[in-house]
């Protein structure tokens, strides 16, 4: 009897002890997992001061050029994205105006339309009526003519920016090479090959290269949009041009 109390007293304990380092394994559990979810919500930074602490540490040179090739990119791709939205016109609408100041007042009604409507099409449709008086071939090559001085409006600077695309990259390159160069320096001048000695090198070198990449891509977007929009407005010039010489050729019958 006495035996049977001792065994289930020694189980009791042992239950006893079983439920305490269970429950004590599931509040450390608890805890580190709480730790877990805590330590990185405090550790979190948001992504314009990773960006921030990415380019001071790929160091004042190349990065500070890389920067001014993405901000001079970007104001000349702002300036001709606002410029050409201004230039494109309604020239279906222009055209049907200039067509019933020819029938009603002629030449000079219809050239008066022109002056009070602005952007490239307009443009060209004043020079050729300019030259109407004299004869059709004359308002055509002045079409012509005049419609090459306002392509060259259009792309005006925009080789900047394909410019900046290229050297974006090239300068981020020329900066990884240069750090390579510095992490071997480094190496020979220790005589060992310790990896905390060139970390720091091969670090800067890759994060010059990223950046650079990242300049070209974004300066590559804005530079197809434009592209784009100038092949639009050219494309509307060309027929809006045949349109006018065809209303020239009507008025003169």
């Not at 035996?3 to 450390?28: D, P």
């Not at 105006?97 to 030449?107: H, K, P, R, T, Y």
């Not at 000079?108 to 022109?114: D, L, Q, T």
Request: a negative charge.
């Amino acid at each position: 009897m006495k035996r049977l109390f001792s065994i289930l007293a020694i189980v009791g304990i042992m239950a006893f002890g079983t439920v305490n380092a269970n429950a004590y394994t599931v509040e450390t559990a608890t805890t580190a997992v709480a730790t877990t979810f805590q330590e990185p919500a405090e550790a979190d930074k948001s992504f314009t001061e990773v960006v921030k602490e990415r380019f001071i540490e790929g160091g004042p040179f190349f990065m500070g050029i890389v920067l001014l090739c993405l901000i001079l990119g970007l104001a000349i791709a702002i300036e001709r994205i606002i410029y050409l939205n201004l230039a494109t016109t309604n020239s279906k609408k222009l055209t049907k105006d200039v067509e019933d100041a020819l029938n009603s007042g002629g030449i000079e009604a219809a050239k008066e339309v022109c002056r009070n409507t602005k952007g490239p099409v307009a443009s060209i449709f004043y020079q050729g009526l300019d030259r109407a008086d004299e004869d059709i071939d004359a308002a055509e090559k002045a079409v012509v003519a005049y419609g090459g001085v306002q392509m060259g409006q259009l792309e005006k600077n925009v080789s900047w920016i394909s410019l900046f695309i290229a050297l974006a990259p090239m300068l981020g390159f020329m900066g990884t090479v240069l750090g390579m160069i510095d992490a071997f320096d480094k190496i020979e001048a220790a005589g060992d090959m310790n990896p905390s000695l060139v970390a720091g090198g091969i670090k800067v070198a890759l994060l010059t290269t990223v950046f650079g990449l990242i300049v070209a891509i974004i300066l590559q977007i804005f530079y197809n949009y434009i592209i784009s929009k100038i092949d639009s407005i050219v494309n509307d010039m060309e027929d809006s041009s045949i349109s006018l010489i065809d209303l020239l050729v009507r008025h003169k019958k």
